[in-house]
């Protein structure tokens, strides 16, 4: 078993549409939990980190972690053409390595 | 100003070549890193550099050679390479000792070519 999984698609949604991006974990060590976004053949961006357990807000970006079921979400509202990439969750504890999940790719469709 | 820059964007060489790439940051980070990436996968971990030390190196062939020269510099010597070694090759930075976890930020990449 992978320590986290995700979902890699590919997701394909209209333009406006909410989407939602989901990454589950077996390491309940884990402390920081984040998600980057990333265009073809560019680096990772980091979109979104959170710490604790709830909802992290950034404009149209809402990051949301339960520990207790050891899931994270990342909820995308009015998605556009440009928001078209993949997303990778990724997460760290102290002493440890980032470990990411296998993206998932994202289409909004115009 | 969370910006990682990498030299060069593209790079081809054959597999008798000797090659660098090279990493700057200028946010103070005292952790960085290498990695690889092939397409339609994660990263994956090839060096960790914590206050200019060699910290973690993940059992990547010697045919890449890392090297910290100061806080803000991360070079990746490359010499006879391998074709499999064709992959996007990410640097990152992160605020304190890799040992502390802290969120990462990635440079563009190079994307490299071995004929």
């Known amino acids: 078993q992978k320590e986290v999984e995700q979902d890699p698609g590919p997701l394909s949604v209209p333009e406006g549409a909410i989407v939602s991006l989901n990454c589950t974990y077996s390491n309940s060590a884990f402390q920081y939990f984040m998600w980057y976004r990333q265009y073809s053949r560019k680096g990772p961006e980091l979109l979104m980190y959170t710490y604790s357990s709830g909802n992290k807000e950034d404009g149209r970006f809402t990051a949301q972690v339960d520990k207790s079921s050891k899931y994270i979400s990342l909820f995308i509202r009015d998605s556009q053409p440009s928001d078209s990439a993949t997303y990778l969750c990724a997460m760290i504890y102290q002493g440890g390595k980032l470990i990411f999940g296998q993206g998932t790719e994202l289409s909004v469709k115009p | 100003d969370t910006e990682v820059t990498q030299t060069p964007k593209h790079l081809v060489m054959g597999m008798t070549n000797k090659k660098s790439l090279k990493c700057e940051q200028h946010?103070?980070?005292?952790?960085m890193y290498w990695y690889k990436q092939k397409a339609k996968k994660p990263p994956e971990l090839m060096f960790v550099y914590s206050y200019e030390k060699l910290s973690i190196n993940e059992s990547v062939p010697s045919r890449f050679s890392p090297e910290c020269p100061n806080s803000s510099l991360l070079n990746l010597h490359l010499h006879a390479l391998q074709p499999e070694d064709s992959a996007l090759y990410l640097c990152a930075s992160s605020g304190y000792s890799w040992f502390e976890a802290d969120t990462q930020y990635f440079g563009p990449g190079t994307r490299l070519t071995v004929l």
């Open positions: 946010m103070g980070h005292r952790a």
